[in-house]
Nanobody, 124 residues
Framework: QLELVESGGGSVQPGGSLRLTCTLS???????IGWFRQAPGKEREGVSS????????YYMDSVKGRFTISRDNAKNAVYLQMNSLNVEDTAVYYC??????????????????WGQGIQVTVSS
């Protein structure tokens, strides 16, 4: 059973940065890794994704130019660098693994394995 563990969350002021890390229990080469988030009272939304062995990442519109997804196959890790954070980015962030990546969409239903989630809070 694949396991995913998120780290790197926390609290930051508006305009600040955080880097989230998703570490897999096995090699990520065959997986699509997605980052999702869920704010209180809102539905879960797909933030970004990247495949473990090829590029063409996906970003939701509201994070384009601010967030960058990357991977380190040697460490079985996927990163989400989040810059210029604003209060609307406050949420629990989850990483998840599936088998199909698309550069056009990020449906939660396509992902089979999920991490436990980590809180990101942006406030002044």
């Amino acid at each position: 059973q694949l396991e995913l563990v998120e780290s790197g969350g926390g609290s930051v002021q508006p305009g600040g940065s955080l880097r989230l890390t998703c570490t897999l229990s096995e090699k990520l080469d065959m997986y699509c890794i997605g980052w999702f988030r869920q704010a209180p009272g809102k539905e879960r939304e797909g933030v970004s994704s990247i495949h473990g062995s090829h590029d063409s990442p996906y970003y939701m519109d509201s994070v384009k130019g601010r967030f960058t997804i990357s991977r380190d196959n040697a460490k079985n890790a996927v990163y989400l660098q989040m810059n210029s954070l604003n209060v609307e980015d406050t949420a629990v962030y989850y990483c998840a693994a599936g088998f199909v990546c698309s550069p056009y969409a990020l449906p939660a239903g396509a992902f089979n394995y999920w991490g436990q989630g980590i809180q990101v809070t942006v406030s002044s």
